[in-house]
Protein backbone atom coordinates (compact mmCIF):
# COMPACT_ATOMS: atom_id res chain seq x y z
CA UNK A 1 0.00 0.00 0.00
CA UNK A 2 2.75 2.67 -1.23
CA UNK A 3 1.21 6.38 -1.59
CA UNK A 4 1.16 7.15 -5.49
CA UNK A 5 3.67 9.40 -6.07
CA UNK A 6 2.48 13.06 -7.36
CA UNK A 7 4.84 16.03 -7.69
CA UNK A 8 4.94 18.37 -4.60
CA UNK A 9 4.07 21.37 -6.15
CA UNK A 10 3.21 23.13 -8.84
CA UNK A 11 2.75 26.64 -10.75
CA UNK A 12 0.73 28.31 -12.68
CA UNK A 13 -0.26 31.99 -14.32
CA UNK A 14 -3.84 33.26 -13.84
CA UNK A 15 -5.19 31.91 -17.68
CA UNK A 16 -2.36 28.83 -18.07
CA UNK A 17 -2.68 25.53 -18.09
CA UNK A 18 -0.91 22.50 -15.67
CA UNK A 19 -1.06 19.03 -15.06
CA UNK A 20 -0.71 16.75 -12.53
CA UNK A 21 0.65 13.47 -12.81
CA UNK A 22 0.20 10.75 -10.19
CA UNK A 23 2.32 7.36 -10.29
CA UNK A 24 1.03 4.07 -9.25
CA UNK A 25 1.72 0.20 -10.35
CA UNK A 26 -0.61 -1.86 -12.06
CA UNK A 27 -2.25 -3.06 -8.90
CA UNK A 28 -3.98 0.51 -8.72
CA UNK A 29 -3.63 3.00 -11.49
CA UNK A 30 -2.73 1.14 -14.22
CA UNK A 31 -4.95 -1.91 -13.20
CA UNK A 32 -8.53 -0.38 -12.83
CA UNK A 33 -10.67 2.79 -13.88
CA UNK A 34 -11.15 3.81 -10.63
CA UNK A 35 -8.57 6.99 -10.11
CA UNK A 36 -10.03 9.97 -8.53
CA UNK A 37 -9.01 13.65 -7.77
CA UNK A 38 -9.82 16.08 -4.80
CA UNK A 39 -9.18 19.41 -3.89
CA UNK A 40 -8.41 20.44 -0.56
CA UNK A 41 -8.07 24.31 0.30
CA UNK A 42 -6.53 25.07 3.84
CA UNK A 43 -8.76 23.97 6.80
CA UNK A 44 -11.32 22.86 4.45
CA UNK A 45 -12.55 18.80 3.33
CA UNK A 46 -11.46 17.83 0.31
CA UNK A 47 -13.75 17.92 -2.53
CA UNK A 48 -14.37 15.45 -5.37
CA UNK A 49 -13.03 17.14 -8.81
CA UNK A 50 -12.62 14.47 -11.10
CA UNK A 51 -14.18 10.57 -10.73
CA UNK A 52 -13.80 7.32 -12.53
CA UNK A 53 -10.41 8.75 -14.56
CA UNK A 54 -12.23 11.25 -16.39
CA UNK A 55 -15.68 11.94 -15.01
CA UNK A 56 -16.65 15.15 -13.26
CA UNK A 57 -19.19 15.28 -11.04
CA UNK A 58 -22.04 18.17 -11.59
CA UNK A 59 -20.62 21.50 -10.49
CA UNK A 60 -17.02 20.79 -11.09
CA UNK A 61 -15.73 23.75 -13.98
CA UNK A 62 -15.24 21.72 -17.16
CA UNK A 63 -11.83 23.83 -16.70
CA UNK A 64 -10.80 20.31 -14.91
CA UNK A 65 -10.12 16.96 -16.65
CA UNK A 66 -8.81 14.11 -16.32
CA UNK A 67 -6.64 11.07 -17.98
CA UNK A 68 -4.91 8.03 -17.87
CA UNK A 69 -1.97 6.17 -19.59
CA UNK A 70 -0.58 3.09 -18.37
CA UNK A 71 0.31 3.28 -14.71
CA UNK A 72 -0.24 7.29 -14.74
CA UNK A 73 -3.14 9.07 -14.46
CA UNK A 74 -3.14 13.00 -14.82
CA UNK A 75 -5.22 15.96 -14.06
CA UNK A 76 -5.61 18.83 -16.19
CA UNK A 77 -6.51 22.46 -15.38
CA UNK A 78 -7.29 25.10 -18.07
CA UNK A 79 -7.45 29.23 -17.80
CA UNK A 80 -5.85 28.99 -14.46
CA UNK A 81 -7.86 31.20 -11.74
CA UNK A 82 -6.91 32.34 -8.28
CA UNK A 83 -9.20 30.20 -6.75
CA UNK A 84 -8.01 26.92 -7.97
CA UNK A 85 -5.04 27.33 -6.04
CA UNK A 86 -5.07 24.78 -3.80
CA UNK A 87 -3.65 20.69 -3.22
CA UNK A 88 -4.73 18.46 -5.13
CA UNK A 89 -4.68 14.86 -4.76
CA UNK A 90 -4.86 11.47 -6.46
CA UNK A 91 -6.71 8.16 -5.30
CA UNK A 92 -7.36 5.11 -6.83
CA UNK A 93 -8.68 1.38 -6.04
CA UNK A 94 -6.23 -0.98 -5.61
CA UNK A 95 -5.74 -4.71 -5.42
CA UNK A 96 -7.71 -6.22 -2.38
CA UNK A 97 -9.96 -3.61 -1.92
CA UNK A 98 -7.70 -1.11 -0.12
CA UNK A 99 -7.35 2.65 -1.50
CA UNK A 100 -4.35 4.54 -1.67
CA UNK A 101 -4.02 8.69 -1.97
CA UNK A 102 -0.92 10.53 -4.43
CA UNK A 103 0.88 12.21 -1.55
CA UNK A 104 -0.81 15.69 -2.51
CA UNK A 105 0.29 18.34 -4.88
CA UNK A 106 0.19 22.23 -3.99
CA UNK A 107 -1.39 23.97 -6.80
CA UNK A 108 0.15 27.58 -6.87
CA UNK A 109 -1.46 30.41 -9.15
CA UNK A 110 1.49 33.02 -9.88
CA UNK B 1 -28.25 17.68 1.49
CA UNK B 2 -25.88 15.00 2.53
CA UNK B 3 -24.44 16.04 5.63
CA UNK B 4 -21.97 14.06 7.30
CA UNK B 5 -21.09 15.11 10.70
CA UNK B 6 -17.81 13.48 12.82
CA UNK B 7 -17.17 13.62 16.65
CA UNK B 8 -15.32 11.94 19.73
CA UNK B 9 -11.97 13.65 18.76
CA UNK B 10 -9.86 14.91 21.56
CA UNK B 11 -6.43 14.60 23.07
CA UNK B 12 -5.09 10.91 24.36
CA UNK B 13 -2.64 9.16 25.61
CA UNK B 14 -0.32 6.90 23.79
CA UNK B 15 -1.79 3.13 24.43
CA UNK B 16 -5.01 4.58 25.21
CA UNK B 17 -8.25 4.10 22.53
CA UNK B 18 -10.54 6.67 21.20
CA UNK B 19 -13.66 5.76 19.68
CA UNK B 20 -14.97 8.54 16.89
CA UNK B 21 -18.61 8.59 15.42
CA UNK B 22 -19.88 9.92 11.84
CA UNK B 23 -23.08 11.02 12.05
CA UNK B 24 -25.33 11.04 8.31
CA UNK B 25 -28.28 12.66 7.11
CA UNK B 26 -29.64 13.99 3.91
CA UNK B 27 -29.50 10.30 1.77
CA UNK B 28 -30.28 6.78 2.13
CA UNK B 29 -27.60 6.03 4.30
CA UNK B 30 -27.96 1.73 4.15
CA UNK B 31 -27.12 2.14 0.51
CA UNK B 32 -23.74 3.68 0.37
CA UNK B 33 -20.33 2.15 1.20
CA UNK B 34 -18.24 4.69 3.84
CA UNK B 35 -14.91 5.28 4.74
CA UNK B 36 -12.45 7.01 6.83
CA UNK B 37 -9.16 8.57 5.86
CA UNK B 38 -7.07 11.01 7.99
CA UNK B 39 -4.14 13.79 7.43
CA UNK B 40 -1.91 14.54 9.91
CA UNK B 41 -0.63 17.91 10.64
CA UNK B 42 0.68 19.41 7.44
CA UNK B 43 0.36 16.31 5.48
CA UNK B 44 -1.30 14.66 3.20
CA UNK B 45 -4.56 12.03 3.07
CA UNK B 46 -4.56 8.57 4.45
CA UNK B 47 -7.02 6.33 3.77
CA UNK B 48 -7.83 4.14 6.37
CA UNK B 49 -10.62 1.37 6.36
CA UNK B 50 -14.10 0.92 4.16
CA UNK B 51 -16.93 -0.56 4.91
CA UNK B 52 -20.00 -1.86 2.43
CA UNK B 53 -23.54 -1.05 2.88
CA UNK B 54 -24.28 -4.22 4.25
CA UNK B 55 -21.31 -4.42 6.53
CA UNK B 56 -20.58 -7.50 4.74
CA UNK B 57 -17.30 -6.53 3.47
CA UNK B 58 -14.38 -4.58 5.64
CA UNK B 59 -11.11 -3.22 4.48
CA UNK B 60 -8.17 -1.82 6.69
CA UNK B 61 -4.90 -0.69 5.50
CA UNK B 62 -1.61 -1.65 7.00
CA UNK B 63 -1.02 0.87 9.01
CA UNK B 64 -4.20 0.48 11.30
CA UNK B 65 -4.95 -3.29 10.66
CA UNK B 66 -5.43 -4.86 14.33
CA UNK B 67 -5.56 -1.64 16.23
CA UNK B 68 -8.72 0.22 14.26
CA UNK B 69 -12.31 -1.50 13.70
CA UNK B 70 -14.57 0.08 11.54
CA UNK B 71 -18.69 -0.72 12.07
CA UNK B 72 -21.53 1.07 11.10
CA UNK B 73 -25.19 1.02 12.15
CA UNK B 74 -28.01 1.73 9.73
CA UNK B 75 -30.60 2.12 12.02
CA UNK B 76 -28.88 4.78 13.25
CA UNK B 77 -27.62 6.34 10.25
CA UNK B 78 -23.84 5.93 11.75
CA UNK B 79 -20.31 5.16 11.08
CA UNK B 80 -17.93 4.69 14.05
CA UNK B 81 -14.22 4.00 14.24
CA UNK B 82 -13.18 2.07 17.35
CA UNK B 83 -8.88 3.11 17.75
CA UNK B 84 -6.74 1.08 20.30
CA UNK B 85 -3.34 0.99 21.42
CA UNK B 86 -3.14 4.78 19.74
CA UNK B 87 0.27 6.28 18.85
CA UNK B 88 1.98 9.50 18.58
CA UNK B 89 1.61 9.29 14.78
CA UNK B 90 -2.17 8.76 14.84
CA UNK B 91 -2.59 11.92 15.18
CA UNK B 92 -4.30 13.60 12.77
CA UNK B 93 -7.59 15.00 11.74
CA UNK B 94 -10.16 12.34 10.69
CA UNK B 95 -12.16 12.28 7.99
CA UNK B 96 -15.71 9.78 6.90
CA UNK B 97 -15.92 9.85 3.29
CA UNK B 98 -19.04 8.72 1.39
CA UNK B 99 -18.38 6.33 -1.22
CA UNK B 100 -20.80 6.49 -4.74
CA UNK B 101 -22.50 3.80 -5.42
CA UNK B 102 -20.46 2.58 -8.65
CA UNK B 103 -16.97 3.15 -8.53
CA UNK B 104 -14.63 4.16 -6.13
CA UNK B 105 -15.14 8.14 -5.51
CA UNK B 106 -15.13 10.14 -2.43
CA UNK B 107 -18.41 12.25 -3.34
CA UNK B 108 -18.85 13.25 0.16
CA UNK B 109 -16.79 13.95 2.99
CA UNK B 110 -16.94 14.80 6.61
CA UNK B 111 -16.18 18.01 8.07
CA UNK B 112 -13.20 16.21 10.16
CA UNK B 113 -12.65 15.72 13.75
CA UNK B 114 -9.10 15.99 15.48
CA UNK B 115 -7.16 13.29 17.24
CA UNK B 116 -4.11 14.23 19.13
CA UNK B 117 -2.32 11.52 20.93
CA UNK B 118 0.19 12.95 23.61
CA UNK B 119 1.26 12.38 26.94
Known amino acids: QSALTQPASVSGSPGQSITIACTGA?????????VSWYQQHPGKAPKLMIFDVTSRPSGVSHRFSGSKSGNTASLTISGLQAEDEADYYC??????????FGGGTKLTVL | EVQLVESGGGLVQPGGSLRLSCAASGFSFSSYSLNWVRQAPGKGLEWLSY????????YYADSVRGRFTISRDNAENSLYLQMNSLRADDTAVYYC????????????WGQGTLVTVSS
Open chain 1, 91 to 100: CSYADSGSRV
Open chain 1, 26 to 34: SSDVGGYNY
Open chain 2, 51 to 58: IRSSSSTI
Open chain 2, 97 to 108: ARETIVGVNFDS
